[in-house]
């Protein structure tokens, strides 16, 4: 099961020092490639004067969509952004960027030391960030009076419903992310009196 970091988190930084060499650990949500390239960018603005900005990212949910990267950004190669990337794997991430910046404390560590340090570095930071599970679920509209349409939509978050979107016309339609299509449609049933239809509108991932 695939996690990500929390909706609306803000980046997630976490110092480590390995011999006098200082591994500045960032983490940011991203929904894609660029995404995560501006996220680097931001990082050696945020660090002008260090020598290596490391990074690597996972963006997309399937197999089908995956896009993986890591950058070694000068350190000897294989050391920092595979390592990195492997711990992002390791921990079933997506749509999640790191990039460590490292000030270098004066010891060389070698490349079994460069490998520990950022993948401990990227490990320490995972710990301490919020993260939520996801999960691939059906979707489902349900057009609804625009009088009925707060308390519906209420009503459904408060029953754990994933409400993915809300748009307003002649009527309000609520985009909904079921685990189970046959309980969501006996919940709207509950909650409409009957008078609520499902219509279904393929899969997606959402937060769980």
Known sequence: MPYTLAPRAADLTLETEVKHSRFIAALRRVEDAEAAQAFVQDRRGAYPDARHHCSAFIVGNGPSDRVERANDDG???GTAGI?????LKARDLVDV???????????KLGAGGLVRAYSGAVAAAVDAAPLVRR??????????????????ESELRGRGVVVVDTTYAESAVLTLAARDS???????????SGTGTLDPAGEMWVDA
């Open 75 to 77: 350190e000897p190669g």
């Open 97 to 107: 960027a790191v990039v460590v910046t490292r000030y270098f404390g004066g010891i």
């Open 182 to 192: 046959a309980e969501l449609a006996d919940l709207v049933a509950a909650i409409t």
């Open 135 to 152: 999960e691939r679920r059906h979707l489902h509209t349900l057009a609804v009076g625009h009088a009925e349409a707060g308390r519906v």
């Open 83 to 87: 390592p990195m990337l492997q711990v």
